[in-house]
């Protein structure tokens, strides 16, 4: 048996209220007016696809044996590297081993579906079977005022496949390229290019409805087994219309997270999918249609495992880590939609050494320090000589993984001087409950809200972008742990 | 071993001076503590000059201001606590019978805005703590949290700070001699929670203290010589961006000094306190024994019926009499030299108006350099 083995998502915790965005731009084109219900994820100033695709993966691999990780794919079309592997970006934050199969998939809506299709046949190959990690993520990005602000969101979510314990059984795919332009971004270009609405609607529903139903015939189903029918699509009428077309049942035909969260893009089939998986009950048929330039068709059936399965954020419990953002202009700064006056302590841009980075990257990704094998004192960074005043022993230290300890608040202060994208910065000592301290910055927090004693927990961020030579330095931050309940 | 007095004290006011070169600002500083001594400059044997952001070789630019005679120039760099650092160096060479006449002289000429903390590594720099308000910050959040120390009481640190600056002619801020705790704390926020009436200015300027034996007392019959008992000088045993507490730098150094000078804080009359920040005033009061652990914010705050509190100039143990770091400034090479001049002033009961109204014997100065390093001298009349 070879499928699922594990889950798990992340959603920015902001929502920005799309209210504001009509609010703001109704004036110029009253149709977004009737758009403006409900919220849709925004990324903080600090993340893209691959802090996201990092955070999903953790909450997936929660409770699993990350040696075991023979691969990691990740799927998005808004990867921040055009040629620096975002997959080893991901899998270096996560201190995974590096002997390690690597791949972005990219170019189409559909590759959050074509990737999982690729890392499930990975997964399949090796005499026992690889451990594949699957993470599709993706930061939308729109022009102002356009229909898809609206629609779209932010996210990530990753899937653990293998051949044990498998929570939800892969019985099969099919799959049809058909090269059906309804959107497509150029070379070089910054935005989406889209067709007409009323002409994408024909095509979806005509292309769709083919492959699912060639899809169940291929494994001898019949529609009317399925439980969860999971699509994403931002057009009203066109998923009854699937579901219609191709016979399944209608109530089988999934939310679409439109009013909490829009659609994030690549991710979203699978952010539904984590999603149908915690609704779902051992047993039950899940389909999952990814659509871009023809459509994927996957068919998964949940096992008894899927109860054991330790609890995680995954997508419901993402959704119930929110603020809601009413400053829209706050959504267009972090976005980089505004050209705005950043003050001269903006200006200091220093330059990565990419020699630095190369060697110090299990300390800079993956937040590995040092623990002394004498005295059992963690420490960060890992060095020669033990911090412990008591000890002070020599190459005693072996790697100690920091990211996942947790951690308060030991000080801290709010800095109304630094530059920074979301000012007053918050920063300050992190006092980590099984040893150890670490001055870092802070995010997702309340202004006004952060106290001495908070409990903290790492996350995988962007630090700070090097424009002038193209470079995101990403590092770990300590966010506020009060807003991440855990859900299964 | 021979004793050490200090002759003479000398500063040029700190504050901006765009149009004064740094070996003026140490010529104006070293000529006032050789007139407040009697000794004429080409007697001094050695000079021990101080700073911080002076590039290389920065004392002979004020050995050539004020005539070079050849001398030995020793540059000693410790940040802010860079002139205790040279006294203590001086009072070793002096005690020693290496030398009988020795001048510790420093100033500052340096950028507007915060001080940079040039000994944090860059990501920490860049992380905004290039400068130092952020840091102090979350020592006093830290504070707050174990202690209940409040906004107010830090208030008060910098009302009285003012208070005394604005009788101070060499201090930089002497423009807010009635500050409120209402004005204090609506002024603009820079790192929770201080506030821009609570940071010391950068200043520019220079001071100097003449150093010598019991037999340069004689020889010049020096008015009213000030004996340095005793000098203590460590550095951290932690990365302060690893550890911020404990073990504290200070109880350590403070242990040494008073094993060394066989006192204690009780026999402290007044003191100067590094007191950049209200952090620096609060943990120098209970770290140097003059407080219980935690009690440090109370001593500011006007006593019951009192329109002062007991570091006030009218109280039972003056801190920054001449307005401290806060507000006379910090000119980093100098600012330990201002800290013994006010001392020695105190002592000889010469500060006119700053004249605490007890009767002192003993004064206590203690300087932190760049958070790493700390140094802290006793003086007695």
Known sequence: MIGVTSFGAYLPRLRLSRKSIAESNGWMDPSLLALGKGERSMCNWDEDAVTMAVEAARDCLSGQDKAAVEGVYLASTSLPFLDRQNAGIVSASLNLSENLATLDITSSQKAGTSGLLAALNAAKTGGAGNTMLFVASDKRRTKSACPQEMHFGDGAAALLLGVRDVIAEFKGGHSVSVDFVDHYRGQGKGFDYYWEERWVREGVLKIVPQAVVAALKKMGMCAEEIDHFVMPCVIPGVLAGIAGKAGIKPEKVRDTLNQVCGETGVAHPIVMLVDALQDAAPGEKILVVGFGQGCDVLLFETTPNLVKLPKRLGTKGSLSRRKEEKNYMKYLTFNGLVLQERGIRAENNPQTALTALSRNRRMLLGLVGGYCTKCKTPQFPKSEICVNPACHAVSSQKDYEFSDQPGSILSWSSDSLTYSVDPPAHYGMVQFSNGGRFMADFTDYDVGGVKVGMPVRMMFRIRGVDEARGMIRYFWKAAPEEHSGKER | ?381
């Open chain 2, 1 to 381: 071993m021979g004793k050490t007095y200090i002759l003479g004290v000398g500063l040029h006011p700190f504050g901006r001076f765009d149009d004064k070169s740094f070996g003026e600002l140490g010529r104006v500083a070293t000529n006032a503590a050789l007139k407040d001594a009697g000794v004429p400059w080409k007697d001094i044997e050695i000079m021990y000059s101080t700073a911080m952001v002076q590039g290389s070789s920065w004392g002979t630019k004020i050995a050539r201001a004020c005539g070079a005679t050849g001398i030995p120039v020793v540059n000693i760099e410790a940040a802010c606590t860079s002139t205790v650092v040279a006294i203590s160096q001086a009072y070793n060479a002096i005690s020693l019978g290496a030398n009988d006449l020795v001048l510790c002289v420093g100033g500052e000429k340096q950028e507007r805005g915060f001080i940079p903390t040039l000994d944090q590594p860059s990501w920490m720099r860049h992380m905004g703590l290039g400068t130092y308000p952020a840091m102090y910050a979350q020592m006093m959040q830290r504070h707050m949290h174990e202690y209940g120390t409040t906004a107010e009481q830090m208030a008060w640190i910098s009302i009285k700070s003012h208070k005394n600056a604005s009788m101070n002619p060499n201090a930089h801020y002497r423009n807010m001699p009635n500050l409120t705790v209402e004005e204090v704390l609506s002024s603009r926020m820079i790192a929770d929670p201080y506030r821009i009436l609570m940071i010391a200015p950068t200043s520019e300027g220079a001071g100097a203290v003449l150093i010598g034996s019991e037999k340069a007392v004689k020889k010049y019959n020096v008015r009213k010589p000030v004996e340095v008992v005793a000098c203590a000088h460590r550095s951290h045993i932690y990365d302060r961006d690893t550890i911020m507490y404990p073990p504290r730098l200070l109880p350590m150094v403070a242990k040494d000094l008073y094993e060394k000078a066989g006192m204690g804080p009780e026999d402290v009359d007044i003191a100067m306190i590094q007191d950049g920040m209200p952090i620096g005033e609060i943990e120098g009061l209970e770290q140097l024994g003059f407080c219980k652990e935690g009690e440090g914010g109370t001593m500011a705050v006007p006593l019951k019926g009192k329109d002062y509190g007991r570091t006030w100039i009218q109280g039972d143990l003056p801190v920054n009499t001449d307005g401290g770091y806060m507000s006379r400034g910090n000119c980093i090479g100098a600012t330990g030299a201002a800290g013994i001049a006010e001392i020695v002033s105190q002592l000889r009961g010469e500060a006119g108006p700053r004249q605490v109204h007890k009767k002192v014997r003993t004064g206590l100065v203690h300087n932190m350099g760049a958070g790493v390093q700390c140094s802290v001298v006793i003086l007695r009349k």
